[in-house]
């Protein structure tokens, strides 16, 4: 029996070097149902932590480039709560640590209903804002 759609919903398997394994199994030890996908040289781990969703991004050479975290909008510092809702309902918050930096990307819909998406820094500027 031939079964045309089989490697449609088959995963096709990764290869992740060691080293990226390594250094994400030194800094997440406690991830839950990890899932690697590759884009180009950058290798992205989308796992679980206490029940919350997070996305580590690493070089092909194991360095950690980027990690990001899911925020409930009440668990943001005061001023990018306080800017964000100057613009409108914040519906989603995410806290992104990149090298010394860290930086906030909020989804917040107007009083039109229209859905921005901004990028703040840590002071509360507002770094990028695209509408979605």
Do not use: C
């Not at 914040?90 to 917040?108: C, Q, S, V, Y």
């Amino acid at each position: 029996m031939k079964l045309p759609f089989i490697n449609i919903f088959k995963s096709q398997k990764k290869s992740i070097p060691n080293s990226v394994k390594s250094l994400f199994a030194d800094k997440f030890p406690d991830s839950k149902n990890t899932e690697w996908e590759q884009k180009g040289t950058v290798y992205e781990a989308i796992f679980y932590l206490n029940d919350i969703e997070h996305i580590a991004r690493f070089s092909g050479k194991g360095i950690l480039e980027e990690y990001r975290k899911n925020l409930w909008p009440d668990e943001l510092p005061e001023n990018i709560k306080t800017t964000g809702k100057s613009f409108g309902e914040i519906m989603n918050a995410i806290i992104i640590f990149r090298g010394e930096d860290i930086l906030f990307e909020l989804i917040i819909r107007d009083e039109k209903l229209d859905r921005f998406e901004y990028l703040f820094n840590n002071d509360g500027e507002v770094l990028k804002s695209d509408k979605l």
